[in-house]
DNA sequence: AATATATTTGACAAATACTGTCAAGTCAAA
DNA sequence: TTTGACTTGACAGTATTTGTCAAATATATT
């Protein structure tokens, strides 16, 4: 299994990479640069339009980048939980039964 | 795929069949019945204790009930994304990983 | 039907978590 | 040693959560 980034690891790099300062990023989010500092360092989490805006701003693929924040999200709901494992397990099984009852209609 | 039932239909369920009340049950967690029938309708969520005290007051198997418990609140997360079901397999893989890492150690 | 009991509903309050600002602090480069 | 970029933590305002209570509704029993 190879290492993915994390949301925060992708922006800052990408961000460098293009040479802008977390000032120019975060006047765009119209927040504050601490802010754009702590998402990029994992302490805080993006909002949803947050990180849109951010794949925007910083030419990265918006669909990748909001299924790793989503994802990021979910491990956050039971990281410490034993049973987070399982949990995931049942709940892909529960969203295919719903996706699927949906196509059905 | 087989249909699953929510955590409250389940507990509804088996609360019923043992002939207790909401205020019988409700008294046991030391909350209000109110909320008791709100977690019975998924009208609210039970916090993970009081999940963990209901599976005991009602004889019902403590991991199943917590592992379901835990699927329904990371369904809560996506249930509005288009994405989710990717989210659900990245953030599989990534437990996948991460679990890999900790045996490492 | 009238009463009694069980459940549901919604308004409210208190506690907690979230989101952002600001100013002071650290760090590295010039 | 000054400058600019970033980090940190205290703080305020807001939103969300968690519970209580009383009134409304539904279900049972007489």
Redesign the pocket.
Known sequence: MEYIKLVGELLREK??EKGM???HV?AKL??????L??I??S?????RE?ILKLAEVLDLNKEDLFVQYLSEKILFEIKDEELGAKALKVAEQQITYINKKKNER
Chains 1, 2 share one sequence.
């Not at 119209?30 to 802010?35: C, L, N, P």
């Not at 302490?43 to 909002?47: D, L, Y």
């Open positions: 961000r460098e300062l977390l000032r975060s119209d927040i504050d640069t601490a802010i500092s702590k990029e360092r302490e805080r989490k993006a909002s947050q």
